[in-house]
């Protein structure tokens, strides 16, 4: 199967530039993805970009990887509603590495026919002075066809307007590609349907500063059911460093998929092919309590992104965690332990409280704010809804310090699916 049939089926695929499928079907293309160095880690959503070059190495081309060293200084005016904050170089040498690294884990780079590349703007950059950038490549766009980007409108329409440092911008990333094609031999340039402007503005670049032709295609931005950013929890963004976000919540993140969403994400982020993802949706349809299409795409991307060992350990706290029998777990460390419950589950009680018989009623509400009231807590518990430590309590059951795990944990359950950490200190 061929790049954009590939994407095709995969829903992957929004824009494409005439005449770019032929040439894919042709030759070997090599083609580029840039990303922006504005943090230490990639997030899920660069997942996207990272999958789109896997499989265009997959399909028998060469991937570029682009980190923005120079317009990670200037920042992109896409998708963003105010102005961002300049980075410092060292931060910006920082995350540069960092996600250098991790793209790295996910491209071939030993390939005799089309090992993968990673190349750094910056390195070009730096031997160009503004009064060259403006002669040369400033000179070839109008600021009428510049402003008439998607990313420059929004901006320029916004209260706070658009700086001429994030205006320039789209030159820079159209330099890019242009630098690319002349010394590089690139002929595409891929990303995110943000992008698109950005992207052919480099194709512009390359027709009017030499001639010479070009071709870009872009890949949907994902959107979740429910309308909430893709990529994001409560607690926050889910990054692929396991510093940041550790191998059990970001097994959590995909184990957890809505089942309207969950079919568009195993598309995209898994590498199974047709044939094995349609008989997947075809058995998840016909139960989908199994939730199969959900362990299948979390086990595949976090054995991808982390380890099988990672894997093994998330779906064994996940069994832990959720299984009946409350001596497992007792085998989970106190990192682990509390790294799987998030800030807005996750409560702190003064170990005075178990000094004496505690009453269950008062740590699962005014302690805690797990139940609102006092009211509705004791309803929990008449109504047999509220289990601690894997243990259902009635209104008489007393707590102490020894039913502290670890000296200083107590699982709590509400109904069937709703789990919380009590901390003592």
């Known amino acids: 199967m061929g790049f954009v049939d590939e994407l095709k089926w995969r829903n992957m695929l929004q824009d494409i530039m005439p005449g770019t499928e032929e040439l894919l079907n042709k030759e070997m293309v090599t083609g580029y993805i840039g990303f922006d160095p504005t943090a230490d880690s990639l997030g899920i959503g660069n997942l996207v970009q990272v999958m789109t070059l896997m499989h265009f190495q997959r399909s028998g081309h060469k991937p570029v990887a ?35 690294k991790q793209l790295e884990k996910f491209l071939d780079f030993s390939s005799e026919k089309n090992a993968a590349l990673i190349v750094n703007n910056y390195d070009w950059f730096k031997n160009i002075n503004f009064i060259d950038l403006l002669r040369t490549a400033g000179k070839r766009l109008t600021v009428n066809y510049m402003m008439a980007k998607d990313s420059v409108k929004v901006r320029m329409n916004s209260e706070e307007g658009i700086s001429f440092t994030e205006f320039s911008y789209q030159l820079m990333q159209g330099y890019d590609f242009y630098h690319l094609w002349k010394n590089n031999g690139l002929k595409l340039q891929m990303g995110g349907s943000d992008q698109w402007g950005n992207i052919v503005t480099g194709t512009e670049l ?12 872009t890949t949907p931005l994902i959107k979740k059911a429910d309308g909430t950013k893709f990529g994001k929890t ?3 963004n889910i990054w692929l460093d396991a510093k940041k976000t550790s191998p059990y919540k970001f097994y959590q993140f995909w184990l957890n998929a809505s089942d309207a969403d969950v079919p568009g994400y195993i598309r995209i982020f898994s590498l199974k092919d047709r044939e094995e993802i349609e008989a997947l949706e075809k058995q998840h349809n016909e139960a989908p309590n199994l939730r199969l299409l959900q362990k299948a795409l979390a086990e595949e ?38 790294d799987a419950f998030g800030a807005d589950i996750t409560f702190r009680v003064g170990m005075d409280f178990f000094a004496a018989e505690a009453d269950p009623v008062s740590l699962v509400s005014e302690r805690s704010g797990i139940f609102p009231s ?37 699982l709590v359950q509400r109904g069937k699916k709703n789990y919380y950490l009590i901390i003592a200190e």
């Not at 910006?92 to 960092?98: A, F, I, T, Y």
């Not at 027709?207 to 032709?213: F, N, P, Q, S, Y």
């Not at 509705?376 to 209104?395: D, F, L, P, T, Y």
């Open 234 to 236: 409560e607690s926050g």
């Open 206 to 217: 390359i027709r009017k500063m030499d001639g010479g032709e070009a071709f870009a295609l």
């Open 374 to 410: 006092k009211g509705e807590a004791r309803k929990g518990i008449q109504g047999n809804g509220v289990s601690i430590n894997k243990e259902k309590i009635g209104m008489d059951r007393k707590l102490s310090s020894a039913d502290l795990l670890h000296g200083k944990y107590l």
């Open 301 to 338: 991307v976090t054995e991808r992104v982390h380890s099988a060992e990672a894997l093994t350990r998330a779906r064994e706290t996940t069994e832990i965690l959720f299984g009946a029998d409350f001596a497992d777990f007792k085998k989970l460390s106190n990192e682990e332990i509390e």
């Open 66 to 100: 682009l980190v923005g060293g120079a317009t990670g200084m200037i920042g992109d005016p896409s998708g963003k509603s105010q102005e961002r904050n300049l980075l410092d170089e060292e931060t910006l040498q920082h995350n540069l590495r960092c996600q250098q």
